[in-house]
């Protein structure tokens, strides 16, 4: 079981990126911060999918702004197996990064 990082990903352009992906026979608690390196506002997505390209209901954020420099959190994250986080950011120089823990259901 992991504890701590999860996932972190120098995220694409327009690209959904799967962050972390909860195993079989688990669940995790888990936080997410979307953190946005560039000197100009991003908009990025965050969501808790069934698949690597989220349906209409998964998205936990759509659209959000993140100001230059700063920094999206979410916490608290319940995810059951098979279950992925999966971001999204409007241009380079965002990454993310999940932390939390991992439990057995077994």
């Known amino acids: 079981m ?3 990082r999860l996932g972190a990903a120098d995220l694409s352009a327009s690209t959904n990126t799967t962050l972390y ?17 560039n000197a100009t506002s991003v908009t990025v997505r965050l969501a808790l ?4 390209t989220p349906g209409g209901a998964e998205w936990l954020e759509y659209g959000v702004t993140i100001p230059a420099n700063s ?14 986080l999966v971001v999204w ?13 991992e439990t057995s259901t077994l």
């Not at 992906?21 to 390196?37: D, E, K």
């Not at 959190?73 to 995810?79: C, F, M, Q, V």
Request: aromatic share 4%; hydrophobic share 45%; proline share 2%.
């Open 21 to 37: 992906t909860c195993p079989a026979g688990t669940f995790a608690i888990a936080n997410v911060s979307i953190c946005n390196r």
């Open 71 to 84: 920094v999206l959190e979410r916490t608290g994250l319940s995810i059951d197996a098979g279950k992925l």
């Open 2 to 4: 992991a504890t701590g």
């Open 49 to 52: 999918a069934s698949s690597a």
């Open 89 to 101: 950011a409007s241009t380079t120089s965002v990454n993310a990064l999940a932390y939390g823990i």
